[in-house]
T-cell receptor
Framework: EAGVTQSPTHLIKTRGQQATLRCSPISGHTSVYWYQQALGLGLQFLLWYDEGEERNRGNFPPRFSGRQFPNYSSELNVNALELEDSALYLCASSLRVGTYLGNQPQHFGDGTRLSIL | DAKTTQPNSMESNEEEPVHLPCNHS???????IHWYRQLPSQGPEYVIH???SNVNNRMASLAIAEDRKSSTLILHRATLRDAAVYYCILRNTDKLIFGTGTRLQVFP
């Protein structure tokens, strides 16, 4: 079974540009989550998509946005890039069974490393 | 969100058992206890989770205290590949809230 795949592996941008990161979930998983892992800040929840809708977002500005496609893959867009956006961006997927999510493990990709020059 | 407390680091020798502790005194009845680990240059990897009873899978065992205020992840025979940061997370919602975890070093 193929795991969560993310592309690109590395992305280099300059301040003010826009970045698009992509994620393909495990087959059969409908929920996709995005996390940011910046140096010194640990892993922080960014966004959750399920069935094509944004269901929850973390404490990040609106220039962080995304979408989920009918095939459940997802894109994370970061506009007006700032130096502090340099981080590893991780995507995870899970099954969504019922409305209670505590019992569903999340499976992560290896991330996209975004560097802002 | 309920908080967990883990030691910053632990050491083990190869082929020895490792017991990684986690305290979660404010756990609620609907919180599942999840463990993930992150190897260098990789995304986090799901290890195991449970609610009240002890759990076993091919990777590890999870021992949960009767009052659920603490738990222990047990690696039965550590290998060099088990060197990673291990995160204990309480979860009853969509997102995972990662703390700083325990950095496990394994020596040959």
């Amino acid at each position: 079974e193929a795991g969560v795949t993310q592309s690109p592996t590395h992305l280099i941008k300059t301040r003010g540009q826009q970045a698009t990161l992509r994620c393909s979930p495990i087959s059969g998983h409908t929920s996709v989550y995005w996390y940011q892992q910046a140096l010194g800040l640990g892993l922080q929840f960014l966004l959750w998509y399920d069935e094509g809708e944004e269901r929850n977002r973390g404490n990040f500005p609106p220039r962080f946005s995304g979408r989920q496609f009918p095939n459940y893959s997802s894109e994370l867009n970061v506009n007006a890039l700032e130096l502090e956006d340099s981080a590893l961006y991780l995507c995870a997927s899970s099954l969504r069974v019922g409305t209670y999510l505590g019992n569903q493990p999340q499976h992560f990709g290896d991330g996209t490393r975004l560097s802002i020059l | 969100d309920a908080k967990t407390t883990q030691p910053n680091s632990m050491e083990s020798n190869e082929e020895e058992p490792v017991h990684l502790p986690c305290n979660h005194s404010t756990i609620s009845g609907t919180d599942y206890i999840h463990w993930y680990r992150q190897l260098p240059s990789q995304g986090p990897e799901y290890v195991i989770h449970g609610l009240t009873s002890n759990v076993n899978n091919r990777m590890a065992s999870l021992a949960i205290a009767e009052d659920r205020k603490s738990s222990t992840l047990i690696l039965h025979r550590a290998t060099l590949r088990d060197a990673a940061v291990y995160y204990c997370i309480l979860r009853n919602t969509d997102k995972l809230i990662f703390g700083t975890g325990t950095r496990l070093q394994v020596f040959p």
